[in-house]
Protein backbone atom coordinates (compact mmCIF):
# COMPACT_ATOMS: atom_id res chain seq x y z
CA UNK A 1 0.00 0.00 0.00
CA UNK A 2 3.09 2.12 -0.05
CA UNK A 3 2.58 3.57 -3.28
CA UNK A 4 -1.66 4.77 -2.91
CA UNK A 5 -1.85 8.56 -3.39
CA UNK A 6 -5.15 9.47 -1.57
CA UNK A 7 -6.11 12.90 -1.55
CA UNK A 8 -8.59 14.22 1.07
CA UNK A 9 -10.74 17.21 -0.10
CA UNK A 10 -11.60 18.97 3.75
CA UNK A 11 -8.61 17.78 4.82
CA UNK A 12 -7.16 20.13 7.03
CA UNK A 13 -9.12 19.37 10.58
CA UNK A 14 -11.30 17.05 12.52
CA UNK A 15 -12.22 13.58 10.06
CA UNK A 16 -10.38 15.04 6.89
CA UNK A 17 -7.18 15.45 9.05
CA UNK A 18 -7.58 12.05 11.00
CA UNK A 19 -8.02 10.10 7.78
CA UNK A 20 -4.92 12.09 6.70
CA UNK A 21 -2.72 10.65 9.83
CA UNK A 22 -3.85 7.61 9.61
CA UNK A 23 -2.97 6.83 5.95
CA UNK A 24 0.65 8.69 6.44
CA UNK A 25 0.76 6.01 9.49
CA UNK A 26 0.57 3.05 7.45
CA UNK A 27 3.19 4.45 4.88
CA UNK A 28 0.62 5.70 2.30
CA UNK A 29 0.81 9.22 0.56
CA UNK A 30 -1.17 11.82 1.04
CA UNK A 31 -2.25 15.30 -0.21
CA UNK A 32 -4.97 17.61 1.98
CA UNK A 33 -6.93 20.47 0.47
CA UNK A 34 -8.60 23.12 2.28
CA UNK A 35 -9.81 26.60 1.19
CA UNK A 36 -8.13 28.63 4.69
CA UNK A 37 -4.68 28.47 4.26
CA UNK A 38 -3.72 29.22 8.07
CA UNK A 39 -5.34 26.02 8.95
CA UNK A 40 -4.38 24.12 6.27
CA UNK A 41 -0.36 25.17 7.39
CA UNK A 42 -1.29 24.02 11.06
CA UNK A 43 -1.99 20.64 9.36
CA UNK A 44 0.45 20.54 7.28
CA UNK A 45 2.41 21.04 10.51
CA UNK A 46 0.66 17.91 12.16
CA UNK A 47 1.53 15.80 9.45
CA UNK A 48 5.02 16.07 8.89
CA UNK A 49 7.07 16.32 5.38
CA UNK A 50 5.62 12.99 4.37
CA UNK A 51 2.24 15.12 3.94
CA UNK A 52 1.46 17.36 1.15
CA UNK A 53 -1.14 20.10 1.37
CA UNK A 54 -2.81 22.63 -1.52
CA UNK A 55 -5.60 25.08 -1.32
CA UNK A 56 -8.71 23.99 -2.64
CA UNK A 57 -11.95 26.05 -2.38
CA UNK A 58 -14.39 22.99 -3.25
CA UNK A 59 -17.46 25.53 -3.54
CA UNK A 60 -15.46 27.13 -6.26
CA UNK A 61 -16.16 24.95 -9.22
CA UNK A 62 -14.20 26.69 -11.80
CA UNK A 63 -10.85 26.54 -9.70
CA UNK A 64 -11.06 23.10 -8.96
CA UNK A 65 -9.55 21.41 -12.49
CA UNK A 66 -6.96 23.27 -12.35
CA UNK A 67 -6.20 22.47 -8.73
CA UNK A 68 -6.35 18.87 -9.22
CA UNK A 69 -3.98 19.13 -12.25
CA UNK A 70 -1.79 20.59 -10.05
CA UNK A 71 -2.02 17.51 -7.82
CA UNK A 72 -1.60 15.05 -10.76
CA UNK A 73 -2.66 11.65 -11.06
CA UNK A 74 -3.62 9.94 -7.89
CA UNK A 75 -5.48 6.37 -6.22
CA UNK A 76 -8.36 7.59 -3.77
CA UNK A 77 -10.12 10.77 -3.19
CA UNK A 78 -11.79 11.27 0.30
CA UNK A 79 -14.37 14.47 -0.05
CA UNK A 80 -14.69 15.62 3.77
CA UNK A 81 -16.26 18.55 3.45
CA UNK A 82 -19.03 19.52 6.36
CA UNK A 83 -21.61 22.57 6.40
CA UNK A 84 -23.46 24.00 9.29
CA UNK A 85 -26.20 25.38 7.31
CA UNK A 86 -29.91 23.49 7.06
CA UNK A 87 -29.81 23.09 11.21
CA UNK A 88 -32.46 23.65 13.30
CA UNK A 89 -36.61 24.27 13.25
CA UNK A 90 -37.71 23.20 10.13
CA UNK A 91 -40.50 25.70 10.43
CA UNK A 92 -38.18 29.02 10.73
CA UNK A 93 -35.60 28.06 8.05
CA UNK A 94 -35.26 30.23 5.47
CA UNK A 95 -35.14 28.80 1.68
CA UNK A 96 -31.73 31.30 1.33
CA UNK A 97 -30.25 28.88 4.59
CA UNK A 98 -31.40 25.97 2.63
CA UNK A 99 -29.82 26.62 -0.51
CA UNK A 100 -26.72 27.36 1.14
CA UNK A 101 -26.37 23.78 2.54
CA UNK A 102 -26.85 22.56 -0.65
CA UNK A 103 -24.14 24.73 -2.04
CA UNK A 104 -21.58 24.11 0.72
CA UNK A 105 -22.52 20.31 0.84
CA UNK A 106 -23.93 18.89 -1.51
CA UNK A 107 -22.91 20.59 -4.98
CA UNK A 108 -18.79 21.18 -3.31
CA UNK A 109 -19.20 17.11 -3.33
CA UNK A 110 -20.34 16.99 -6.61
CA UNK A 111 -17.68 19.77 -8.31
CA UNK A 112 -15.14 17.88 -6.79
CA UNK A 113 -15.72 14.78 -7.64
CA UNK A 114 -16.44 15.90 -11.19
CA UNK A 115 -13.21 17.51 -11.47
CA UNK A 116 -11.14 14.74 -10.19
CA UNK A 117 -12.16 11.80 -12.78
CA UNK A 118 -9.45 12.62 -14.93
CA UNK A 119 -6.52 12.61 -12.63
CA UNK A 120 -8.27 9.80 -10.17
CA UNK A 121 -7.35 5.74 -10.95
CA UNK A 122 -9.62 4.49 -12.97
CA UNK A 123 -10.01 1.34 -10.37
CA UNK A 124 -9.30 3.76 -7.43
CA UNK A 125 -11.90 4.95 -5.26
CA UNK A 126 -14.69 7.45 -4.43
CA UNK A 127 -15.25 7.85 -0.63
CA UNK A 128 -18.29 10.55 0.09
CA UNK A 129 -18.74 11.90 4.00
CA UNK A 130 -22.68 12.04 4.77
CA UNK A 131 -23.47 12.43 8.40
CA UNK A 132 -26.16 10.72 10.71
CA UNK A 133 -29.03 13.49 9.70
CA UNK A 134 -29.75 11.68 6.60
CA UNK A 135 -30.54 8.53 7.87
CA UNK A 136 -32.15 9.19 11.44
CA UNK A 137 -34.83 11.59 12.14
CA UNK A 138 -34.27 14.10 14.98
CA UNK A 139 -36.66 17.11 15.35
CA UNK A 140 -33.93 20.06 13.58
CA UNK A 141 -32.39 18.28 11.09
CA UNK A 142 -34.54 18.71 8.10
CA UNK A 143 -32.73 20.86 6.21
CA UNK A 144 -28.98 19.17 7.01
CA UNK A 145 -30.66 16.17 6.31
CA UNK A 146 -31.59 16.75 3.38
CA UNK A 147 -28.65 18.04 2.19
CA UNK A 148 -26.35 14.80 3.64
CA UNK A 149 -29.30 12.31 2.60
CA UNK A 150 -27.97 13.85 -1.45
CA UNK A 151 -24.74 13.17 -1.04
CA UNK A 152 -25.37 9.72 -0.08
CA UNK A 153 -27.56 9.30 -2.76
CA UNK A 154 -24.92 9.61 -5.22
CA UNK A 155 -22.95 6.70 -3.94
CA UNK A 156 -25.26 3.77 -5.06
CA UNK A 157 -25.44 5.45 -8.91
CA UNK A 158 -22.17 6.43 -9.36
CA UNK A 159 -20.69 3.08 -7.91
CA UNK A 160 -22.53 1.67 -11.27
CA UNK A 161 -22.02 4.81 -13.34
CA UNK A 162 -18.33 4.71 -12.62
CA UNK A 163 -17.53 1.46 -12.47
CA UNK A 164 -14.41 -0.30 -12.22
CA UNK A 165 -13.95 3.13 -9.73
CA UNK A 166 -15.03 1.86 -6.34
CA UNK A 167 -17.41 4.91 -4.63
CA UNK A 168 -18.45 4.05 -0.97
CA UNK A 169 -19.88 6.71 1.67
CA UNK A 170 -19.64 6.79 5.22
CA UNK A 171 -22.14 8.56 7.65
CA UNK A 172 -20.66 9.85 10.90
CA UNK A 173 -23.00 10.51 14.16
CA UNK A 174 -22.24 13.00 16.31
CA UNK A 175 -18.35 13.32 16.50
CA UNK A 176 -16.25 15.82 18.46
CA UNK A 177 -14.80 17.60 15.71
CA UNK A 178 -14.31 21.86 15.17
CA UNK A 179 -17.64 21.53 13.50
CA UNK A 180 -19.20 21.85 16.85
CA UNK A 181 -16.89 25.12 17.79
CA UNK A 182 -19.61 27.34 17.09
CA UNK A 183 -20.81 26.54 20.11
CA UNK A 184 -19.32 27.73 23.98
CA UNK A 185 -17.54 25.06 25.71
CA UNK A 186 -19.99 24.12 28.19
CA UNK A 187 -23.29 24.02 26.04
CA UNK A 188 -21.24 21.54 23.51
CA UNK A 189 -20.07 19.33 26.80
CA UNK A 190 -23.93 19.63 27.88
CA UNK A 191 -25.03 18.58 24.60
CA UNK A 192 -22.08 15.52 23.88
CA UNK A 193 -23.47 14.57 26.70
CA UNK A 194 -26.94 14.37 25.80
CA UNK A 195 -25.90 12.46 22.66
CA UNK A 196 -23.86 10.24 24.21
CA UNK A 197 -26.38 9.38 26.85
CA UNK A 198 -28.73 8.51 23.63
CA UNK A 199 -26.25 6.35 22.24
CA UNK A 200 -26.36 2.58 22.55
CA UNK A 201 -22.32 2.70 23.11
CA UNK A 202 -23.09 5.44 25.90
CA UNK A 203 -20.52 8.33 23.96
CA UNK A 204 -19.78 10.51 21.30
CA UNK A 205 -17.26 9.84 18.71
CA UNK A 206 -13.89 11.07 17.61
CA UNK A 207 -12.82 12.15 14.34
CA UNK A 208 -10.21 8.55 14.49
CA UNK A 209 -13.01 6.09 14.59
CA UNK A 210 -14.36 7.74 11.24
CA UNK A 211 -11.26 8.02 10.01
CA UNK A 212 -10.64 3.77 10.73
CA UNK A 213 -14.28 3.82 8.86
CA UNK A 214 -12.87 5.62 5.57
CA UNK A 215 -9.09 3.49 5.30
CA UNK A 216 -11.32 0.57 5.18
CA UNK A 217 -13.19 1.91 2.45
CA UNK A 218 -10.29 2.78 0.78
CA UNK A 219 -8.42 -0.36 0.97
CA UNK A 220 -11.19 -3.19 0.69
CA UNK A 221 -11.16 -3.55 -3.19
CA UNK A 222 -14.85 -5.75 -2.57
CA UNK A 223 -16.94 -3.06 -1.07
CA UNK A 224 -18.54 -0.52 -3.36
CA UNK A 225 -21.98 1.08 -3.54
CA UNK A 226 -22.10 1.05 0.17
CA UNK A 227 -22.87 3.92 2.70
CA UNK A 228 -21.06 2.85 6.04
CA UNK A 229 -22.85 4.18 9.04
CA UNK A 230 -20.16 5.19 11.99
CA UNK A 231 -22.51 6.66 14.51
CA UNK A 232 -22.74 4.38 17.75
CA UNK A 233 -25.79 3.34 17.02
CA UNK A 234 -27.51 6.72 17.31
CA UNK A 235 -29.75 6.61 14.40
CA UNK A 236 -31.85 4.51 16.55
CA UNK A 237 -31.85 6.48 19.15
CA UNK A 238 -32.16 10.23 17.72
Not at 92 to 106: C, H, I, N, T
Not at 212 to 231: K, M, R, S, Y
Request: proline share 5%.
Amino acid sequence: MASQHTVIVGGSSGIGLATAQQLLAAGEQVTITGRSQDRLDAAKTSLGSKGRAVRMDAADALTLPPAFAAIGPFDHLVLALGSRKGFGPFAGMSLAEMRESFEEKVYAHFAAAQAALPFLRKDGSITFVSAVSAHAAAPGTAGIGAANAAVAAFVPVLAIELKPLRVNGVSPGVINTPWWDFMPDDQKRAVFAEYGAKSPVGRVGNPDVVAQAIAFLIHNTFVTGHVLLCDGGLRWAA
